[in-house]
């Protein structure tokens, strides 16, 4: 926008702040806040206390058009039309911020902790902050002199989000004065009666600092009584008087009466070394009364975090106490930016009386945001027209809104999906879509910080497995990914209870036992449910036939002879099969198929229904599960002794057969050569399975064998076998 000279026609040009305001004034000019006060004045004082900071041009507009915002159908496009892209965003997004506060909802600490949240959020564009900042001191300094009430949420905000916010970005004249205001509305008893105490205004405090620092720099240089040898290139001498708030903070945290706060008026000298330290040091304990017991040396013994200083307290001519602190350039540098800032060791301390707790990420990221603020100072208009911003300091994480805008916690690089997980489980299993600032966008879109995102649900169903895909860039948050993961998990589970489940049911029907309640059938094997017995029959892990001799109880043996109970075992006499039950003769009796056992293998008997004595071998993983659940039925077997040849030697001519297990690396010929070695070895193969899954087979081989210790030559030359990588008898 130009005016044109009625004189000469020359175009005077008109500040960007100038354009904006005129813009906004037809919408804000009788508007009024929530707090009673015009919007347009408070506009006009926002960007003054902007220009105090150096802000820009455009830093020094945007208050107008944040306010204008709320008027407008279409901000974005509207202000991008007439003040351009940078501006526009500028301005919607602190109207974002402003709206999100105004709807912060819960106690009183969680409405801190959500606009805490939110500055962080938006503090990817500084001047967003600074706007903030402004605003908060403008409603403040407004109810001060209208001598309103305030909201105690909004002064507690003030101590404790923005007060500490704009400490640790440096603005001091922001931070202090958001304190003495906000503690003047939060406590205005113990605020009356410091500021009674202080006896002097601060414009009078302030004078009377100066006034002193000018006469020590003056001592110090050498242009006054009693000139310091030291170096005075690169001397400085800085001085506040100390304001109410922090004076009642001292008090607080160090259980102290007003009378022993010594620095309620402070000083700063800056040396160019440490040997100027010390002589500053000296000509200040000449010039004034020093108290002793208030002196101490950080230079030679530096705090924990490495902060170094000396300190001192005197008296003035007055005997009035004066905080001295003295210390290089490089240790005040370190002190005002380095591990040892000013806001982490004096409110997080070891003491921690002012209830902040420091962190080391957060102190780098803050540091480069009091970069940003001088850049915005040096570099004047440059910055805001550049749109530079201090996007990448808050990295690791990322804050976007619901729509009822409450703050939501997230992972950098998150998605909807993450969004949705990060609400409730059951809405991120049935996330079917976003929209993202009220556009539909694809599920793998990396959500940006202060975006309003809504979710898109179906009424029921679970997630895509294409969500685990790490390349596909569903999901970022470990939550998402372990609630996803647990939801398929579950559902394979189900389907092995289901088949459990019919295996079962199919056997009570077989057994006539369909009356026959499934819980109570679980109990009697050892399990605490139903389901719980479904999975290990839907894993293969409990064969049916261990169900069946629960169903089907044996008949009750007659009880034998006391004769054949004494008769000792090697007394019996040896039945067909080559096995010997204690005790009794001529009783029926199988060899189990589940471990197949062969002389001269342990054994123990199993007596079952209508079927003999089943043998197993003692490791058999059936037979231990038969002697826990029903060791009643157990009993004692044994080899018989091995039955004479017609020329009367001891042969055994029974065969029996035994699995055996070979894993190898698939090739050509493997199975020739395995065959191989059970012809060298005059073993007879009667079954043969094989599988190969990736290169590596699996052949399980069932042989004939009269004693399972001639397997030991056969398993090693199996061994030997190329390729081969196990061979053992299963």
Sequence with gaps: MVIISPKNDIPIPVSITAQARQFAEPFIGHEQLVSGENELTHADAESAILRSLGGADELLAAPYLVYACAHLSRPQEVLTKVFGAPLASLAVTTHQLTRVQAQARGSAPAKIDTVRKMLLAFSRDLRVVLMRLA?????????????????????????????????RLGIWQIKWELEDLAFRFSEPDVYRDIAAKLQQKRGEREQGIQALTEAILRGLTGHGPGQAQLNTHGLEVQGRPKHIYSIVKKMRGKSLAFDHVFDVQALRIITPSVTDCYAALSWVHEHFTPIESEFDDYIARPKPNGYQSLHTVVRDG?????????????????????????????????????????????????????????????????????????????DDRIYVLTPEAAVVDL?????????????????????????????????????????????????????????????????????????IRAWFNAQALQSTIAKGREAVEKLLQREGKTALKLDTLAEQLGFKGADALFEVVGKDELSLRSIETVLRPPEALPPPDERLLKRAASEALTPKGGILVVGIDSLMTQLAKCCKPAPPDPIGGFVTRGKGVSVHRLDCRNFKELVQRSHERVIQVTWGQPAKNANGSGADSAKYPVDVSVEANDRQGLLRDVSDVFSRQKTNVIGVQ?????????????????????????????????????AKRR
């Design 135 to 167: 605003s908060r001191l403008q409603t403040l300094r407004f109810h001060a002199a209208n001598k309103l009430p305030l909201d105690p949420a909004i002064a507690a905000e003030s101590l404790q989000v923005f007060a500490p916010l704009a400490n």
């Design 318 to 394: 007055r005997g009035a106490p004066i905080e001295v602190q003295i210390r290089t350039r490089a240790m005040h540098e370190h002190a005002e930016s380095g591990v040892a800032a000013h806001w982490a060791y004096k409110e997080a301390g070891t003491k921690g009386y002012a209830g902040v707790l420091a962190n080391s990420d957060y102190d780098s990221k803050i540091a480069m945001l009091r970069q940003l603020l001088a850049w915005e100072r040096d570099l004047s208009g440059s910055l805001a027209t550049e749109g530079i911003s201090n996007a990448g300091l808050f």
């Design 411 to 483: 992972p950098k690089g998150a998605t909807p999906v993450d969004f949705a997980y990060a609400l409730h489980t059951d809405l991120g299993h049935r996330c079917r879509g976003a929209h993202v600032d009220g556009v539909l966008v694809p599920l793998n879109t990396a959500l940006q910080n202060g975006q309003t995102v809504s979710i898109v649900a179906a009424k029921d169903g679970g997630p895509s497995r294409d969500w685990l895909n790490f390349e596909l860039g569903f999901v970022v948050s470990s939550r998402a990914k372990t609630k």
């Design 690 to 726: 094989t599988q190969t899954i990736q290169d590596v087979a699996w052949m399980t081989f069932t042989v004939e064998v009269s004693d399972s210790t001639r397997l030991d030559k056969v398993l090693h030359e199996l061994k030997g076998v190329k390729g081969v990588t196990s």
